[in-house]
């Protein structure tokens, strides 16, 4: 079902307003969260405050819980598998392969599961059990040494690697909640929600946790964590000049105009924020060069084969560290390129030579990085990804 809200600005509803001290200055940078501009400060409900400490406190049991299945599955079971099927064992090289190999069918189960509560479509997570009971069947029925060839060996290459990966996600998505556990339940305290909305939809934002209270007047079920912005205000009618002699290219179109502006300093402040938040982004590649060092390291002290170290597990595993490096790579190199259009102070502002756009700019765009900073006047969507 479709929700639709439509919320006037000054707040004036049945909700109780509240004073807002970090409320956005008349021409100062404005707060956004999910594409929707911040609109007011509320008051807190007593239901609400009620409901989300009881979810809170389900979150960490339930926490608690899973964390204790899933040790006692893949701890036990490696161990279990271990002194009951020795030749399995050395298989997947000892007690630690076996562990990874189970956390990896943990996690494609879990991954199901969690698809199937989300309503993802069904082949998907039809076909990925099926690959891994069949997986497990034929470990089950081949002799011990067909774990040595590629055609079984693939197999749990794939369930390892997507397994394991999706695990990690899930427990680092479930820790970021955990740890703004403390800051919700102050949220909670102070009693104070941001509402952040629009024409057509609205968004509801504890102010410290980032929290999401509920969408379009639909109460959240689940304890999610969002994003918010601090952009700075468009300048659609700021003082425009000609760009330095020799960067415009022959054979831009003559129907467009090219100029310059400066920037404002919430405009640098906002592009120091993305710098930030793009070499903040480190986490994801070192996690995964530590797995694979980890990962290898446990199969070389189980045995001791340099083929370890260049079978398809081992490729695979390479894969997944090269594929997190390369894109934070690609992040360092964007934070560099936007740390060089904060230093230049000035965007490229594109018009219509013949001006029909009334003297505001079609387009502006950052001259180093060439992103685009507004787009009809309005910020353009990255933008609005903030921390």
């Known amino acids: 079902m479709t929700h639709t809200y439509v919320e006037p600005v000054d707040g004036a509803n049945d909700e109780r307003s509240l004073p807002d001290e970090h409320a956005d200055a008349v021409g100062g940078a404005r707060?956004?969260?999910?594409?929707?501009?911040?609109?007011?400060?509320?008051?807190?409900?007593?239901g609400e405050r009620t409901a989300w400490r009881r979810l809170a406190a389900r979150l960490v049991i339930e926490s608690i819980v899973v964390a204790m299945v899933v040790l006692a599955v893949v701890g036990g079971g490696a161990l279990a598998l271990h002194r009951g099927f020795a030749p399995l064992s050395h298989a997947f090289g000892g007690p630690g392969g076996l562990a990874l190999a189970l956390l990896g069918l943990v996690g494609i189960v879990g991954a199901c599961a969690v698809g199937a509560r989300a309503g993802?479509?069904?082949?998907?997570?039809?076909?990925?059990?099926?690959?891994?009971?069949?997986?497990?069947?034929?470990?089950?029925?081949?002799?011990?040494?067909?774990?040595?060839?590629?055609?079984?060996?693939?197999?749990?290459?794939?369930?390892?690697?997507?397994g394991t990966g999706t695990a990690a996600l899930v427990a680092w998505r479930r820790a970021v909640v955990?740890?703004?556990?403390?800051?919700?339940?102050?949220?909670?305290?102070?009693?104070?929600?941001d509402v952040f909305a629009n024409a057509s939809a609205r968004v509801d934002v504890l102010p410290r946790s980032k929290v999401v209270i509920s969408r379009n007047g639909s109460v959240a079920r689940r304890i999610?964590?969002?994003?918010?912005?601090?952009?700075?205000?468009?300048?659609?009618?700021?003082?425009?000049?000609?760009?330095?002699?020799?960067?415009?290219?022959?054979?831009?179109?003559?129907?467009?105009?090219?100029?310059?502006r400066s920037l404002t300093s919430d405009e640098r402040a906002e592009l120091g924020a993305h710098i930030q938040r793009l070499r903040r982004a480190a986490w994801p590649a070192l996690a995964s060069v530590l797995a694979v060092i980890a990962v290898l390291g446990l199969r070389m002290a189980g045995d001791p084969d340099w083929r370890n170290l260049v079978d398809v597990v081992a490729i695979g595993w390479y894969a997944l560290g090269a594929v997190a490096c390369v894109g934070?790579?690609?992040?360092?190199?964007?934070?560099?390129?936007?740390?060089?259009?904060?230093?230049?102070?000035?965007?490229?502002?594109?018009?219509d030579a013949a001006g029909h756009t009334h003297g505001v700019a079609r387009l502006e765009v950052l001259p180093i990085s060439h992103l685009a900073w507004t787009e009809g006047a309005a910020p353009a969507p990255w933008r609005m990804h903030g921390a």
């Open 178 to 193: 955990l740890v703004r556990l403390p800051v919700l339940l102050g949220d909670l305290r102070t009693g104070a929600v």
């Open 120 to 162: 993802a479509r069904l082949w998907p997570r039809l076909a990925g059990l099926t690959a891994a009971g069949l997986t497990v069947l034929a470990t089950v029925l081949a002799p011990a040494d067909s774990l040595s060839s590629l055609w079984l060996r693939t197999p749990w290459a794939v369930i390892v690697l997507l």
């Open 31 to 46: 707060r956004w969260a999910e594409a929707l501009p911040y609109s007011y400060r509320r008051e807190l409900r007593l």
């Open 328 to 351: 934070y790579a690609r992040r360092f190199t964007a934070a560099r390129k936007l740390a060089v259009d904060r230093d230049l102070r000035w965007v490229v502002t594109v018009d």
């Open 224 to 260: 999610e964590v969002t994003r918010t912005a601090e952009i700075a205000p468009p300048q659609p009618h700021a003082y425009r000049t000609d760009l330095p002699r020799g960067i415009v290219r022959a054979s831009v179109d003559r129907n467009l105009r090219l100029q310059r």
